[in-house]
């Protein structure tokens, strides 16, 4: 008898489990209203519009006591196993699915802090990086001239430094990355330092494997400073 595999089916995974130190608001900054309603939903509200995604789960921390608030009707499934960093909270929501999501299954691990997403932008990803066993990601090419600063060492030693780093194959990561869940899994087990690993794609180069880049969009930045805010809610009032 032929064996016939299961086509995979796509879930999406949004780590909301960050303090936002950076923003340095009154809470964590996935709950900020940002265009009219809080900034989690608005990714929520993207995977939820998507026709190609299964279901969508979001982790949040143990103590989080704002989600409830936050989620839709339907749809959506919270986690409370956030960790103490991004990878740790994808790796606990993870192995808290095991069983749940196949093997063979995609998992969208996007950004609680990426508002601008969009279904479009989704079935991108998934067109893209679908027939590429080391999965991939959004990314947008860096456009502008790189610099590397190099300070002067502790006691004054040595002079700083300041450097033109060749633009070429350079690029910006965001957010969805689109892996297996077996080959995420793997990798994010294996990771050694979770400081360092800080998007799921540079676990999987940490095994040899070369995720695909996507090209992304600029709507789709991380809001991470206080000014970022304005810049998300202005590309979430143009056209999609
Ligand atoms: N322990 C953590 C840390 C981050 N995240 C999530 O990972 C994404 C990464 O965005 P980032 O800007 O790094 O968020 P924060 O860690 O909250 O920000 P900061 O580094 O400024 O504290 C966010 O959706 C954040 O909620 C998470 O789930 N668990
Ligand atoms: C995953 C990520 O959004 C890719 O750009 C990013 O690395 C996470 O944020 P951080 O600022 O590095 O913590």
């Known amino acids: 008898m032929t064996q016939t595999s299961q086509p995979p089916r796509y879930f999406a995974l949004i780590p ?37 995604i299964a279901h969508t789960y979001v982790v949040v921390s143990p103590e989080d006591g704002q989600i409830a608030a936050v989620l839709p009707p339907a749809g959506v499934t919270a986690l409370r196993c956030g960790g103490a960093t991004r990878m740790d909270s994808v790796l606990n ?18 950004d609680a802090a990426r508002p601008g997403l969009t279904p479009a932008l989704i079935a991108k990803l998934i067109a893209g990086v679908a027939d590429d066993p080391a999965g991939g990601l959004l990314a ?9 600063y190099t300070a002067a060492g502790a006691g004054g030693e040595g002079a700083a430094n300041v450097a033109t780093v060749p633009r070429d194959g350079l690029w910006l990561a965001q957010t969805p990355q689109m892996f297996s869940y077996a080959l995420l899994a793997r990798a994010l087990g294996a990771a050694t330092d979770a400081k360092a690993i800080t998007d799921d794609a540079s676990a999987v180069e940490a095994l040899g494997l070369s995720p695909r880049l996507v090209e992304g969009h600029p709507r789709n930045l991380k809001v991470t400073l206080p000014a970022d805010i304005r810049i998300a809610e202005m590309y979430l009032a143009a056209p999609q």
């Open 16 to 52: 909301a489990a960050g303090v936002g130190a950076r923003m340095a608001a009154d809470g964590p900054k996935q709950y900020l209203t940002v265009g009219g309603k809080p900034m989690l939903r608005h990714a929520l509200d993207a995977f939820l519009a998507s026709p190609l």
């Open 140 to 148: 947008l090419p860096v456009v502008d001239t790189v610099k590397r």
């Open 93 to 110: 929501a993870l192995r808290a699915l095991q069983g749940q999501v196949g093997e063979n299954d995609m998992v969208l691990v996007h």
